[in-house]
């Protein structure tokens, strides 16, 4: 099981203060009164979220008021998730994936200015995580090659493969796993330009030990800190 998180940074705009609702009933933004913090003091307000996502696919439903079948091209799901966000570095890490986020922040920078969000992702430097990583296992990057516009490389010794050292010195790269240490176990974790962070192994006994009510919260600011992404 993959377990995975979402991070961005504010750019533009204020957290609501008040439950904001997205235009065409797509969902919200609403501000809890629950805050949690992780072992390191870093301090997170919890918004609940939810999006209602189109999706392009026939399904077929039972609708019970007329007792029959009924076929669709298209619906839509829901998606519920939590922001956390962490004022003083104007961080926000959110429990769902890239996708998600990507058309939810897509919708909250095109709302009238005075509730508008707009968002960044961290930079990454891939030469310094590859020199953190203990193992570096895959690599996926962009590629210039005629009719190809990605490609991924996995072993044990992929960054010292050439193309894939180019890659990462031109910043290529789009994501990277590999191994890392985290609170004194090897996990294999999973970070990418999009700003997702995921662990592909067990989370971390020790991250059960704290108390804290979102282990994976605990992760990724553990992996944050380890990679210098944030202080």
Request: aromatic share 12%; glycine share 4%.
């Given at each position: 099981?993959?377990n995975?998180?979402?991070?961005?940074?504010?750019?533009?705009?204020?957290?609501?203060?008040?439950?904001?609702?997205?235009?065409?009933?797509?969902?919200?933004?609403?501000?809890?009164?629950?805050?949690?913090?992780?072992?390191?003091?870093?301090?997170?307000?919890?918004?609940?979220?939810?999006?209602?996502?189109d999706?392009?696919?026939?399904?077929?439903?039972?609708?019970?008021?007329?007792?029959?079948?009924?076929?669709?091209?298209?619906?839509?799901?829901?998606?519920?998730?939590?922001?956390?966000?962490?004022?003083?570095?104007?961080?926000l890490?959110?429990?769902?994936n890239?996708?998600?986020?990507?058309?939810?922040?897509?919708?909250?920078?095109?709302?009238?200015?005075?509730?508008?969000?707009e968002?960044?992702?961290?930079?990454?430097?891939?030469?310094?995580?590859?020199?953190?990583?203990?193992?570096?296992?895959?690599?996926?990057?962009?590629?210039?090659?005629?009719?190809?516009?990605?490609?991924?490389?996995?072993?044990?010794?992929?960054?010292?493969?050439?193309?894939?050292?180019?890659?990462?010195?031109?910043?290529?790269?789009?994501?990277?796993?590999?191994?890392l240490?985290?609170?004194?176990?090897?996990?294999?974790?999973?970070?990418?330009?999009?700003?997702?962070?995921?662990?592909?192994?067990?989370?971390?006994?020790?991250?059960?030990?704290?108390?804290?009510?979102?282990?994976?919260?605990?992760?990724?600011?553990?992996?944050?800190?380890?990679?210098?992404?944030?202080?």
């Open positions: 099981m993959v995975a998180n979402s991070v961005k940074f504010l750019k533009k705009g204020n957290m609501p203060t008040k439950k904001l609702e997205l235009p065409n009933s797509l969902g919200y933004i609403k501000p809890t009164k629950k805050t949690i913090s992780t072992e390191d003091h870093t301090n997170f307000q919890i918004f609940d979220c939810l999006f209602a996502k999706k392009n696919h026939p399904i077929r439903y039972y609708d019970e008021t007329n007792g029959e079948y009924i076929d669709l091209d298209r619906y839509q799901r829901k998606f519920d998730f939590h922001i956390f966000y962490n004022p003083s570095r104007n961080m890490i959110l429990d769902t890239a996708t998600i986020v990507k058309s939810f922040f897509k919708i909250l920078k095109n709302l009238e200015e005075d509730q508008r969000i968002v960044k992702t961290y930079k990454l430097d891939y030469e310094f995580i590859d020199q953190i990583f203990k193992t570096a296992r895959t690599i996926r990057f962009k590629s210039s090659d005629q009719g190809v516009n990605s490609k991924t490389f996995s072993g044990n010794e992929v960054t010292i493969n050439q193309e894939a050292i180019k890659a990462i010195k031109r910043d290529n790269v789009t994501s990277i796993i590999g191994v240490d985290v609170k004194g176990q090897a996990c294999t974790v999973s970070i990418s330009k999009t700003g997702s962070i995921a662990c592909y192994s067990s989370l971390p006994k020790a991250l059960f030990n704290t108390g804290i009510d979102y282990p994976l919260l605990e992760f990724t600011v553990e992996v944050l800190k380890s990679l210098n992404l944030i202080n």
